[in-house]
């Protein structure tokens, strides 16, 4: 699945793969499903997507300032990947990273997604072992110059329960926004 956004961003969004029945088929981030459905509204009003749907590749969304990627390429079985199609991933997120210059926040969509980029971290020498860094939804730590922001994933289990509301998805990328000003 290829990633999509502004190639200049200061924020990222790191998810955790593309879902069998949104971006799997529709070949662009939480397009076409209900993590999408709960996602773009919010960027929308944090000013970070043209507008609040998300439905195809050729719908005219665009991205402001903010890249969203996956830890894993393709769709895993259960939507749940293995540690090895992380591992077998992890190269493309090393080398997507590197090219996103600009880049001042990381928000990562679940504990996956934050392993992933803990991991990443480890590969490139920013730090030692991940067990200074604990997951928790609105845990922010600055690492190497840029900032990481955990999140729960906006999937149907966490949005329709309650554990992940609206409010507390919109502070997370209010706090994204305003950290990509922060020295």
């Not at 971290?121 to 190497?144: Q, T």
Request: glycine share 8%.
């Amino acid at each position: 699945m290829p990633s999509f956004g502004d190639p200049r961003a200061r924020v990222m969004i790191l998810g955790l793969a593309p879902g069998a029945h949104g971006s799997n088929r529709t070949g662009r981030p939480f397009t076409g499903d209900g993590s999408g459905d709960f996602l773009y509204p919010v960027l929308h009003d944090a000013g970070f997507a043209s507008q609040p749907e998300s439905r195809s590749r050729e719908d005219g969304m665009k991205l402001h300032d903010l890249w969203i990627s996956a830890a894993v390429r393709c769709a895993p079985p259960d939507n749940k990947p293995l540690p090895d199609e992380i591992a077998n991933c992890s190269s493309y997120l090393d080398e997507e990273i590197a090219l996103l210059k600009r880049l001042r926040v990381v928000v990562c969509l679940g504990r996956i997604a934050f392993d992933a980029y803990l991991a990443h971290l480890m590969r490139v020498g920013k730090i030692e072992r991940r067990s200074a860094y604990l997951f928790a939804h609105g845990a922010e730590y600055k690492i190497d110059g840029r900032w990481v922001i955990a999140s729960y994933h906006p999937s149907l289990q966490n949005t329709n329960t309650g554990r992940l509301t609206r409010p507390m998805f919109m502070k997370i990328f209010s706090r994204a926004r305003m950290l990509t000003e922060v020295e």
